[in-house]
């Protein structure tokens, strides 16, 4: 047999987890979050992923803070809010495929996020006309930049 198709244990204290076989789905940027909150594109886009045979679905980079976004339409978990959709529409796509493990990329873009337009962002048409940075600079002392001090 393929040691593709093998199982694989991820070790951890509480017990770790058994995969049935090792693909494992890399984390892909939707941009069609609505102010970090996931929406019915998420439900279908990890409704169809979660039954694909795959053992784990890495949801994608997920700001842990808004400015901390790479478009506008990035996903968030950084309030109530976000959490509460993400966690919904979550539930929903797993009822189609709770066997499929399921992982998140936490991500903080860093210094330059959060700005489409004037950048040639084939991946994220939705925010290409989208409005000023989001992000910011970490200093105000800092040799000159195109990003506002904080
Ligand atoms: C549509 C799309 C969205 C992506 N979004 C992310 C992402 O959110 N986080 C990330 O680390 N990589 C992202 N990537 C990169 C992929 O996770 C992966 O690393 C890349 O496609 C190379 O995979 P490969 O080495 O298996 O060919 C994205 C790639 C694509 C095609």
Known sequence: MSLLFSPLTLPSPRGGLTLPNRIVIAPMCQYSAINGEATDWHLMHWGNLL??????????????????RITPACLGLWDERTERALAD????????APHTAVCIQLAHAGRPPARCRGRAHSCCPKNRAAGKPLGHRPSPICPPSRHPPP
């Open 51 to 68: 039954n694909g045979g795959a053992a784990l679905l890495t949801i994608e980079a997920t700001a842990v803070v808004p400015e901390g």
């Open 89 to 96: 529409t979550l539930q929903r796509a797993r009822q189609l």
